[in-house]
Every structure is written in structure tokens, then in C-alpha cells.
């Protein structure tokens, strides 16, 4: 299991760039200031008396180890007064400034900057204002300001200004002012200077903003209704008057009867909202957009909403988009320009069929039980206020359908109150709600309605009650519009809007609550969230499919599954492994798949580790971040060598590698800065363990998240490479699989970010000779596995960017063929997830249909199983793709075959791009045969030829931004 999120703030930050901006976007509407400037000496006059020559009420921001590339001064090159602050960096170096915290939650920030330069465009540039709860930790996504490229370099001042409201995050207290260069945005070279800083206080007048524009399916049959649906919110201080909402259908779309196109929303108090819905149909197939305008008065907004109506749900030529709207894929008509040979489809093969290759996936193994129940329904009525029931997570506020808990009692009867026990710190309570009863077949009854609900200070964790005139019912529901922010999981990047509640409980006349399972009641739902790990069920269901894609490698053992010592030994000195985990381990090694087990994470019984915050009532089960880090005390590292001797014998002959650890340079060793030297004798402990139960079996250093050279060699230094096999890495930070990744390392006792240049690394072949060169005098023999990396997919409501289905699976493909041709074990991050804030799987997290990227990898499999690097076959590009690339490999059967394609970062690729003509050259072969395979659409084309006396020439292939896999017999 991996913890990226925070390896992303330091290696992967334009990740949430596009977000934050949006975040900015969003607030642009007229804002009415008041008062004084509250920023803290705004113009950078007063300086530290206490020597150090800085601004009061500032703090330079210059991380350790970036000095000189980075730099904060004062500077006498003012917009007015005499000081202003400049920032410069040379390099990927973050600098920037923070002020004191400024004690408000809503207003405007104005300020005067000069952009000297920027080699990013002004994109690296940017005024940040983080929203903080109490205890000075950010807590709320940022507003951004990002610095024109018209305003970059002239010579001139120029004004920002941004606008920023945390009201509807009752956590937030105050805001840190954070100019910014190279953090969570593009990098490069950069330099601006800043002055007169000013906030204010600020309201708004009536606005309406359509908070949710919304489908209850946004992948449709034809002729069959689908609900969509509007929330708008008046975002303003004062109350709005009514308003009209209109909305746009493209032909072929219809309203069903009883609906019409234009509705009237009522007028709204300020943070009030209003829904509507409609019921509409397509009756041909077709991609739809939908648009939805409110009007008020002079003022108009609009949204859009895409709906892909088909014929049927055959998805095999189904994706999303980078909008995570539902698409075709883009027709393929010929692999090379001019050809009228048929595309064929490919016969994929599965694993057993096939000879061995690097190729692994991630996979979670079938259990026979849930290690543990945190969240359930069931405990709203259990009348326990410690157990705790959470919603689905969403990206925004108000995402469109609501979540609804329905409470059923066991026999009609008159009530009249409502009582909602917050969950812990009143996290997730409610905004948006209203709740209703009914009796019988009667229809649902409002009985209470709230808006902008807050919890009252100090009070967050006691029950609320609700109360309402008296009414027969059987049946009571709570139904949430606006849901308030949650601290995120470990695994997201930002942190979600959800419901969380301890109780509900129904009162009756006599204050008797009727709702407990004691008394008959039960609950029903809308969903549950299950955390980051997926249900034993869907589980089950997916674990046969890794047979199916040809992978010949799975990489087991990841937080929660039942193979980390906390599941296996649960009571010391006695181990076990669930029997459906030791039977699908035992599946796995008779239907040709190999096994890397990862042997990780602590164990209560031995040792609790420090915990990274306080996350309230989590999935503590060899939770690495939340108490069971690694062992550091001479009892808890004995008992983590005897699981893994224990593991290592009972799986003898089943398991074909044990990895020990996972990134343990970052957060999931034992808190923060991890100790190389202490991680180094637990490696040789445990791997010479191994050896001696199972001498044939490959023992393999821990991944590290990205690259930890100081780290890497402090741990080898304590003597584990005679029994290390390979050494692993997470190459998360990579623009492109055939680009290059810094490091994650650790340096004098500090964890610190590298960017890959100050490692003079500038593409994977420079990263694979760079770790060589680090492990040669410990271990010169190992192979190097890059054992967990993935490219995130977008989907529709979800906070991050991610990329398109094609994209992930184009660059899936060209994650293993790269490492194939540099002799790298590759592991994709993973078969499938429940996580409800990343997509990275090869399965939908909704429905577990395939994606693209799962046929992509059966096809890489299918076509280089048992093939190997052929670097003495000549072989040359001619086209104007940029990035050309070629890798050469012997087939299994002696053929030669060829990936060739353009290597653009994921930012530049289309999934509709047409293809660049090329002639592709190759020296000392006679074919009487080539073929092209297309591992996206899973097609094969017979190619046309010439033997020519410079070579035989292929001309007219269509290059695009993944391999093209030619065979050559």
C-alpha cells in the first residue's frame, strides 16, 4: 500500500495545481469589502528586530538543501514605500513566503507583483491563501491566484487580486498568506517580486451559482429515462428573489411528459439552496450536452452536463474522457497509411498459456472474512455512540444526488423528534438536510428542513435534536443536499465532503427512542464507505480476472489484507493465514502466476508506533500511518523476523518472492525520518530468515517511494545484499514512463525532495544506471523492479485532474514495454480499488467493468510474454512524431518485434490523435511476414514492405502516442 499523497506534494505537485485553480474560478463573483487591511505588514516595511532582517509577521520559505537554487530577500525594488519581498529560484527549487495566520474566513486579497521571469510561463507563480483550522494546520483546499503570461517579464507592476470563502468549513479559523514558486504547480526557473499586500473582509450580494449539474447515469440505453438534476445555491450575504432556471436539450433528446424546460426557483436566503429535476430521454444514440442557465435579473449562469446515450452496453469500445464524460474510442481505421489489409482482432491468451515475462499487477487477495467492520448502517441504531456509520466521499459540497439514510421501524407510531449523534468531532455532520417520515404506502412528509446547519462551538460531539409536530410513521428518512468537509484518508489528495453519523435515533411522545435494533429497527442506506480497501466480495469477484489479462507476476500484501503480520499473528507466537487467501495463493501458483509478497507493516502485540495525527476512529489493521509502523525495538524486530520465517515456510514452494517492506524512505516505516540503518539490519535479518526456510525463493528490497539514494545505501550498508535478488522502487513523479523521477530521501536525519535534475537524471535509462550505480558495492547481482507506479484516470465529480481511460492504457503499455526493454520487473498499482477518490484500477471502481487499460495489458502480455531486450537489431524511425521511440525484442518463437511510438508526457496526449506517417528501416532481416499490433483497440494488421539494399522499409506506419508492436518473421 502506498502513500503518495504525500510524495505527490513533493514529486508529483501540478497533480492538484488544475484544481486549486478552479477553486479560485469559482469564487468570482462581485464581493462587497469592509473595514481595514488585515494583512500583516502589507508593504514589507517593519523589519525583525531581532536581527535576522526579515518582515514582521512573514516567514521565508526556502526548504532545506535548495539553497542556492532558491531564494527569499528583501528587496528595494518597491511598488510603493521603500521594501518589497523578491522570490527566485533557478531550478524545480520551491521558495516562497507565509505570513502569521490573519484571522478571517472570507474576503478579498489584493496585491501588486512584478514577474521578472518564468520559464514555466507564470504557471509556477502563484499567491496561494490556505484556509486553517485552530491548531495552524491547513485544512481546506487552497484558493490559487496563478501569475498571466502576458504578466510575465516587461518591466512592470501589476495588480492580482483573488477572492476566498471557507464559511461553509466551520474548521477553518483563519487563512496563511503563501505566495508561491514551484509548489503544487508546473516547475521551473522563476522570480517575482511582491508588495502591498491587502485583505479584507468582505460580503457578497445575491448570487446564484449552480452549485451540482447533474445525471443519475451518464452512460444511457436509448428510450430509457434518466433523472438529471440542478442544485443552485445563493452564495451571496443577502436573500436572492426568485429566479428562473432554463434548460437547453440537444435534438433527439426529450423531456418525459409532465416535465417542462423552464422552472422557477424560489427565493433563497443566503447559503440557502434549491433542486430541481427532470426526466428526459434519447431516442437515437448520440453524445448529448445538456446546459442548464438560472437567471436572476441581469445575471446568468450557466452549466453543462454530457450524457452518452447507446444502443446497448456492449463498453468493450466504451471510455471516458479527460472530462470523465462517457465516449467511443476513436475509430481506427489502418495501422498503416494506404493499407487495405483487414484489421484482425488479437487472440489474447491467459497466463497459464503463456512463458514468463516481468509484467505484475497489484492485486488483493480473497478473504474468507472482513478483517474489520468500522463503518456499517447497522450502527446508527445499535444505540452505541462509539460505533459509526460514513457515506460515499464526494468532491464538492453539494455533487448532485443526494445520500439518504432511511430508518425502518418495526411498527407504525406517533413521533415527533429526531436525534442525530454527530460522528467524532462532529466531522461529516449534515448542511444540507431535511428529514421525512411516512406510514405505510402514504407518500413522504417534510418534517424538518435545515440549510447551512451548523454544530454549535464545543459542542461538535453531542447529540441534536430535531423536533417536529407529532405524526404516525413507520418509516423515517434523512436525506442530505450539502454534505461539510472530512479530513481525507491517507491515500487522498484532498480532503472530501461526506455524511458520518454515530446515532439516529426516533423519539416517540414519551421521548422513547423507537429506532434500535433492540426495539425492531433497522437502517437502510444510499451507500457506505468502506474505506480505501475494497469488500471480501468484491474481492472474490475480481481476483479471477488476473488470469484472463496473461500477467505472469501479482504483488500481494499491501495495508489490510490478510498476508501482513497483524492479520497473521494475532495473538503472539501463533500464526495463520485466512484459508481463502492461502487457497487463492495456492490457485495463483498452479495457473502460472508468480507471487511477490510483501511482508510489511507492525504489529500492536509487539510494539505501537507513533501515529501521523490524530485521524479519529480509522481501519487501524496493520495501518502503517496510525500506530503499526515498522518494528524499532529489538522485541518487535525478532518478531517481524520470526512472521517472516514463519510466512516464508508455509508458502515454500507457492511464493516465488518476498519483498520486505514497502516504501520505507517515506511515511510507512515508523514515523518520521524513518532510520536507514535501522531498516537495514531488519532487511538482513528477515531476508537471511528466508534463505534459510527457502533457499530458491528471490528475496526483495522494499520499494521505495521514487528514489532514496542516501537512505538506499545507508540501509545496504548493514550487510543484507548477499541475500537481496532485486531492489524495488515506485517510480511515482514520472511525467512519462521513459522519463526520469527524483528522490524521496533521506539526509541527516531530514526527509527531503530531489528533483531529478539535481540527480542529473533525464530520462529511465539514467534512473536505472543511477540506482546501479548505488547498490553495485553492496549487491551487484540484483535485478531492479519497478514493483508499484499507475496513472490516474478522471472521473466526473471526482477533486483530482487524472487523465482519460485511453490515456491510462496507452501509458500502461508503455510502462511495461520500457522496463521490458531495460530488463525491469514492472507492477502496476492495481487490479482494482474501492477508493472513492482515486481511480487507478484496470476494473471501475463502480461497476468493476473493464477498462481500456485492462485489454491493453492482456494484449502486452498476449504479444511479449517470454520475450526479451534485442539490442543488436539496427533499426531506425524516419518521421516527424515528436519523441520517437523504438524498443527491439526477440519474440519467444525467434520472431523480431518492434514497439515503436511517440513518448509524450501525459499532459500532451489526445485520444483522438490521427497518427504521424513514418517510415520505420531495419538492417540484416529478410521477412517473409510483418504484422502490426495494436495493444489498445487489440488488432493485428498484415503490413506492406519493401527489401530494399539499406535495409527492408516500412513505410507509412502510422505513429502514435503508444507502441505499435510490429512482429517480424
Known amino acids: 500500500m502506498t502513500r503518495f499523497a504525500k510524495l505527490t506534494a513533493i514529486l508529483l505537485a501540478l497533480t492538484l495545481f488544475g484544481s486549486w485553480r478552479r477553486q479560485a474560478a469559482a469564487l468570482e463573483t462581485p464581493m462587497q469589502v469592509t473595514g481595514e487591511n488585515l494583512a500583516p505588514n502589507p508593504g514589507f516595511e517593519i523589519l525583525n528586530p531581532a536581527g535576522n532582517n526579515f518582515p514582521v509577521g512573514w516567514s521565508a520559505i526556502v526548504p532545506s538543501g535548495v539553497e542556492p537554487d532558491a531564494s527569499v530577500n528583501i528587496t528595494k525594488e518597491a511598488h510603493s514605500g521603500s521594501l518589497a519581498v523578491e522570490m527566485r529560484s533557478t531550478s524545480a527549487a520551491v521558495c516562497g513566503l507565509n505570513s502569521v495566520i490573519v484571522p478571517v474566513a472570507r474576503g478579498k486579497l489584493t496585491f501588486w ?49 483573488l477572492q476566498f470563502d471557507y464559511r461553509d468549513q466551520p474548521q477553518i479559523v483563519g487563512i496563511i498568506l503563501a505566495p508561491r514558486i514551484n509548489e503544487n504547480s508546473p516547475t521551473g526557473a522563476g522570480d517575482w517580486i511582491l508588495d502591498d499586500v491587502d485583505v479584507r473582509d468582505g460580503w457578497r450580494p445575491a448570487t446564484l451559482h449552480i452549485s451540482a ?66 426526466r428526459l430521454k434519447a431516442v437515437r444514440p448520440m453524445e448529448a450536452t ?18 452518452l446515450f447507446v444502443s446497448h452496453h456492449n463498453r468493450r469500445f466504451l471510455c471516458t474522457g479527460a472530462d470523465g464524460s462517457w465516449e467511443h474510442y476513436p475509430p481506427l481505421q489502418t495501422l498503416q497509411r494506404g493499407d487495405e489489409e483487414p484489421l484482425r482482432p488479437l487472440r ?21 472474512q472482513n478483517l474489520e467492520t468500522i463503518f456499517e448502517p447497522c450502527f446508527l441504531n445499535d444505540g452505541n455512540p462509539h460505533t459509526y456509520w460514513a457515506g460515499w466521499p464526494h468532491a464538492t459540497a453539494m455533487p448532485g444526488p443526494p445520500d439518504w439514510v432511511e430508518v425502518r421501524l418495526p411498527h407504525k407510531v406517533k413521533v415527533d423528534a429526531v436525534r442525530l449523534t454527530p460522528y467524532w468531532h462532529g466531522q461529516g455532520f449534515p448542511v444540507d438536510f431535511q428529514i421525512e417520515t411516512a406510514a405505510g404506502r402514504r407518500p413522504w412528509r417534510t418534517v424538518v428542513s435545515e440549510y447551512a446547519y451548523r454544530l454549535a462551538s464545543g459542542k461538535e460531539e453531542q447529540p441534536v435534536t430535531f423536533a417536529f409536530p407529532a405524526v404516525e410513521a413507520n418509516r423515517v428518512r434523512l436525506t442530505v443536499s450539502r454534505f461539510s468537509q472530512v479530513p481525507g484518508f491517507y491515500t487522498d489528495f484532498s480532503s472530501p465532503y461526506e455524511c458520518r453519523l454515530a446515532e439516529i435515533e426516533v423519539l416517540d411522545l414519551h421521548g422513547r427512542n423507537v429506532a434500535l435494533t433492540s426495539e425492531g429497527g433497522s437502517v437502510a442506506c444510499s451507500s457506505t464507505y468502506h474505506s480505501y480497501f475494497s469488500e471480501r466480495d468484491r474481492i472474490g469477484k ?42 487463492a495463493i495456492t490457485e495463483c501458483a498452479k495457473r502460472g502466476v508468480h507471487i511477490l509478497y510483501t511482508l510489511d507493516y507492525g504489529n500492536p502485540l509487539y510494539q505501537r508506533t507513533p501515529t501521523l495525527g490524530d485521524p479519529g476512529p480509522l481501519w487501524h489493521q496493520g495501518h502503517p500511518f496510525y500506530g503499526e509502523a515498522g518494528p524499532t525495538t529489538p522485541a518487535a524486530q525478532r518478531g517481524f523476523v520470526n512472521y517472516c520465517g514463519w510466512v516464508a515456510k508455509h508458502f515454500k514452494g507457492r511464493v516465488s518472492a518476498y519483498e520486505i517492506w514497502n516504501e520505507e524512505n517515506s511515511w510507512a516505516w515508523f514515523g518520521e525520518p524513518p532510520d536507514p540503518a535501522a531498516f537495514g539490519r531488519l532487511v538482513k535479518d528477515a531476508a537471511r530468515r528466508i534463505k534459510e526456510v527457502d533457499p530458491h525463493a528471490m528475496v526483495v ?80 547481482k ?36 520500457t522496463n521490458l526493454f531495460y530488463g525491469v520487473h514492472a507492477f502496476w498499482w492495481s487490479l482494482f480499488n474501492d477508493n472513492g477518490a482515486l481511480e487507478w484500477g484496470l ?66 496526449m489526445k485520444d483522438d490523435a490521427p497518427g504521424t506517417p513514418g517510415t520505420l528501416v531495419i538492417q540484416g532481416v529478410h521477412p517473409h511476414l510483418i504484422e502490426a499490433i495494436d495493444p489498445l483497440y487489440g488488432v493485428t494488421q498484415r503490413l506492406h514492405f519493401t527489401d530494399t539494399t539499406n535495409g527492408v522499409e516500412v513505410p507509412d506506419l502510422l505513429i502514435r502516442d503508444y507502441p505499435m508492436i510490429l512482429r517480424i518473421r
Open 113 to 161: 507583483f512584478h514577474a521578472i521571469s518564468s520559464s514555466a510561463a507564470g504557471q509556477n507563480l502563484v499567491f496561494y491563501v490556505i484556509g486553517v483550522n485552530s491548531a495552524g494546520i491547513e485544512a481546506a483546499p487552497r484558493v490559487a491566484f496563478v501569475v498571466p503570461s502576458a504578466d510575465v517579464g516587461g518591466g512592470k507592476w501589476h495588480q492580482g487580486s
Open 213 to 278: 449539474f447533474w445525471a443519475a447515469s451518464t452512460l444511457q440505453p436509448v428510450n430509457k429515462a434518466v433523472t438529471v438534476g440542478v442544485q443552485i445555491t445563493n452564495v451571496g450575504d443577502v436573500a436572492s428573489e426568485a429566479s428562473e432556471v432554463r434548460l437547453s436539450l440537444p435534438a433527439g433528446v426529450e423531456l418525459e411528459p409532465g416535465f417542462e424546460t423552464e422552472d422557477h426557483c424560489k427565493p433563497l436566503a443566503s447559503q440557502q439552496s434549491w433542486r430541481g429535476e427532470w
Open 290 to 307: 445538456l446546459r442548464v442557465t438560472a437567471v436572476q435579473g441581469d445575471h446568468a449562469e450557466e452549466a453543462e452536463c454530457r450524457i
Open 348 to 368: 489474447y491468451a491467459n497466463s497459464d498459456a503463456l512463458p514468463d515475462s516481468p509484467f505484475g499487477i497489484a492485486v488483493q487477495l480473497p478473504r474468507a
Open 542 to 583: 475480481a481476483f479471477p480476472d488476473i488470469f484472463k489479462l496473461g500477467i505472469k507476476w501479482i504483488r500481494v500484501g499491501h495495508r489490510g489484507d490478510p498476508t501482513c503480520w497483524s492479520a497473521v499473528e494475532r495473538v503472539k507466537g501463533h500464526y495463520s493465514v485466512d484459508p481463502r487467501t492461502d487457497a
Open 701 to 780: 528490497f522494499g520499494g521505495t517511494a521514487a528514489l532514496a539514494p542516501t537512505f538506499l545505501k545507508a540501509a545496504l550498508k548493514e550487510g543484507a545484499g548477499p541475500y537481496l535478488n532485486a531492489i524495488a522502487f515506485h517510480p511515482y513523479g514520472l511525467p512519462k514512463p521513459e522519463g526520469a523521477v527524483g528522490a524521496l530521501d533521506v539526509v541527516d536525519g531530514k526527509q527531503e525532495g530531489i528533483p531529478p535534475e539535481k540527480l542529473d537524471f533525464h530520462d529511465y535509462a539514467d534512473v536505472l544506471a543511477g540506482l546501479r550505480r548505488w547498490i553495485e558495492p553492496y549487491c551487484p
Open 782 to 817: 540484483a535485478q531492479l523492479w519497478a514493483d508499484e507506479w499507475n496513472v490516474l484516470v478522471r472521473r466526473q465529480g471526482m477533486a483530482y485532474p487524472g487523465v482519460s481511460e485511453l490515456t491510462q492504457a496507452k501509458t500502461l503499455a508503455r510502462f511495461y514495454v
Open 843 to 908: 476494473l471501475r471502481s463502480a461497476d468493476m467493468s473493464r477498462m481500456p487499460s485492462f485489454y491493453t495489458c492482456r494484449a502486452i502480455c498476449t504479444t511479449l510474454s517470454g520475450a526479451a531486450p534485442d539490442r543488436g537489431v539496427k533499426a531506425e524511425l524516419d518521421t516527424t512524431a515528436p519523441d520517437k521511440t523504438i524498443w527491439t525484442f526477440r519474440g519467444r518463437r525467434g520472431s523480431l518485434l518492434i514497439a515503436a511510438y511517440s513518448a509524450l508526457d501525459t499532459s500532451q
